[in-house]
């Protein structure tokens, strides 16, 4: 649903951003993949709609951010804790981590918030698990031995790997345990013996499974995780958002740069990862907005159930909207390089750029709380995302 239905320029963006046709990721009729998820998610919302005016607004101010730091797959390596090899260790490593890669928000403040120390830093949310798991492959650690945390047979059973030493590998710097442990334990363990069962135990043989196709390699995920196999019901029908899978894709697509692990040849068929913080960044852009109750109950802090419609309109809309995006950029710099992965990257660095923004302006006041002072996110504990 759109809020300003009059852009007739947006209009065709989007009725042929509905096209869908086979850019839909995963899958072979258009309808019931990812895009024709969001597509009938869109058409029967009514807490979230897209601005079109929003769009086009975000649209240019997003390219023109991108342009300006030359914003590409670069970025992905570039973090200090993402791996740098080019071999299966990293695609084990980008396994390991979109597995368990959901779900960090916390109830408690900065200070005691779940937190993870090392390399002389503190990490939360996402950075806090891919530091944990950097920490775990370190030279020797308390537990006598570097732990092969990202080797998936070591995962199988309590005997080679008990639940302690999982503990001990996810363990906090303060008082709050990482967030839904025992269901990342689950994710971990049933991946094990997937893998086991028919993939070799290898990530690698898993990944080659899907001859080079994004599509094909997401739907393999659904098919044979059910850790993985994000899809809901939503008025009436199925709908597949498939977040950690797209996701798990993109991680290889940008660690590889395109090539070996990370070669695929319908990249762009891939769509942005419905999540809590791209959401929250556009509808800071204006670019969803929230009906009356919505936006209450998300300024009020109070948890969505999982599967609940306003999380679905959440998610459908979000992937809905950077498409949007990208036809939008797309529409106005045709040899633009840049896909929904990219758009979704840049978003998510971009919400957690303000997100530090605004501690920063808690801790010592001060600039950068211009315009929306808060950017809440919808709360809901969940495996998917
Ligand atoms: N849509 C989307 N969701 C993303 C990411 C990432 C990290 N990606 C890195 C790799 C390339 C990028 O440049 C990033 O540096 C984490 N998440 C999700 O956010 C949540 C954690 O949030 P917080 O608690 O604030 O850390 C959780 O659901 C997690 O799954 C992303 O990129 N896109």
Known sequence: MSDDETDPELLTLLRSSLGLGTDSPVDASPDTGVLGSALHIYNNSIDVAISMAGTRAAAALLYRQMQQRNYSTAAWRAHELHPKSNDAATADFIFTTDLLNFCFWSERGAAERFAVEYRGRRWTGYWSLVACLQCALDDVDVWGADIPITTPSFWRNEADCPDSLLHHVF???????????????????????????????????????????????????????????????????????????????????????????????????????????????????????????????????????????????????????????????????????????????????????????????????????????????????????
């Open 171 to 385: 363990r906090s710097a303060t008082a709050e345990e990482m967030p839904l442990l025992r269901e990342r334990i689950a994710c971990l363990r049933e991946a094990s013996i997937v893998l086991s069962q028919s993939f070799a135990s290898s990530v690698a043989v898993l990944i080659a499974s899907a001859s080079h196709s994004a599509a094909a390699l997401v739907n393999v995920l659904a098919a044979s995780f059910p850790c993985f196999n994000d899809v809901h019901r939503f008025e009436g029908r199925e709908v597949r958002i498939l977040k950690r899978a797209q996701i798990f894709v993109a991680d290889l697509w940008a660690a590889f740069d395109g090539e070996g692990y990370g070669r695929f040849g319908d990249i762009d068929s891939i769509t942005m990862f419905a999540d809590y913080r791209v959401p929250q960044m556009l509808h800071y852009l204006g670019v969803l907005s929230y009906s009356p109750p919505l936006a209450s109950h998300i300024r009020s802090l109070k948890p969505i159930p999982s599967g609940h419609a306003w999380e679905i309109q959440l998610r459908g809309n979000a992937i809905q909207a950077v498409e949007l995006l990208k036809r939008q950029i797309h529409s106005a710099h045709p040899d633009a390089k840049i896909n929904a992965i990219l758009i979704d990257f840049f978003l998510y660095d971009a919400a957690k750029e303000r997100e530090r923004e605004l501690e920063r302006k808690r801790q010592f006041g001060g600039e950068g709380g211009e315009g929306g002072e808060e950017m809440p996110h919808h709360r809901t504990r969940s495996i998917w995302y």
